[in-house]
Structure formats: C-alpha cells, structure tokens
Nanobody, 123 residues
C-alpha cells in the first residue's frame, strides 16, 4: 500500500502561482510513476501531469503546458506541481496518484490516490 498526502492548495488571484506537494509513504512507496489530476465541480476528473520514477518521462495536459511544471524528489518521496499563470478555469480539487511502471495520462491506470487539495483561482 502507498499512502499519498497532498498539500499546498489555497486561494490565489488569476496570474498568481502555487506549488502543490504530494508526500508518499508506505512499505512500497518507491519505483512508482506519479500523476496529478484535478476535478472541478460538476466535471469529471482529468489528467494534469505525470512523471516517471526517474523523472525522464514527463507528460502534460495541453491546457497546462508552459504554465505547470511537475517534478519529484525521490529522496523525500515527494512529487511537486508548480503552477504559474493560474487562471480561474484551473479551479479544482487537485489529486496526486501513483502507479507502477510508466507515466501515463489515463486515470484508470493509477492504483493509489490522495485525498485531494483545493485550488481556487479568483478573477
């Protein structure tokens, strides 16, 4: 089992920045690809970004390319999502997730999920 805990959400004005963190723990918390997803009210959960265990493979949703950066520190078992130039449409609950093997954008492939952290961007 892998436990994931997100932090760093909050309220920010449009154009501002936030950095989300996701701390992983558990007896098998290594060698996992990590992803960030988000879910806005009334909408389905959608892919945001993913990173392989070694950080070589990185994927982004088109809607966040050039604004968001995913990274990880395996020594700290933590993955980050740096969010810049935030827009009101980025408002959502952000979830991190873990999966074995390669980084992917498909929500269904992720085995473990955090509880989510709220990000609200005001106009």
């Amino acid at each position: 089992q892998v436990q994931l805990v997100e932090s760093g959400g909050g309220l920010v004005q449009a154009g501002g920045s936030l950095r989300l963190s996701c701390a992983a723990s558990g007896p098998s918390s290594g060698y996992y690809a990590m992803g960030w997803f988000r879910q806005a009210p009334g909408k389905e959960r959608e892919f945001v970004a993913a990173i392989s265990w070694g950080g070589i493979s990185i994927l982004y949703a088109d809607s966040v390319k050039g604004r968001f950066t995913i990274s990880r520190d395996n020594g700290k078992n933590t993955v980050y999502l740096q969010m810049n130039s935030l827009k009101p449409e980025d408002t959502a609950v952000y979830y991190c997730a873990a999966k074995r093997s390669s980084a992917r954008s498909s929500l269904k492939e992720y085995e473990y999920w955090g509880q989510g952290t709220q990000v609200t961007v005001s106009s």
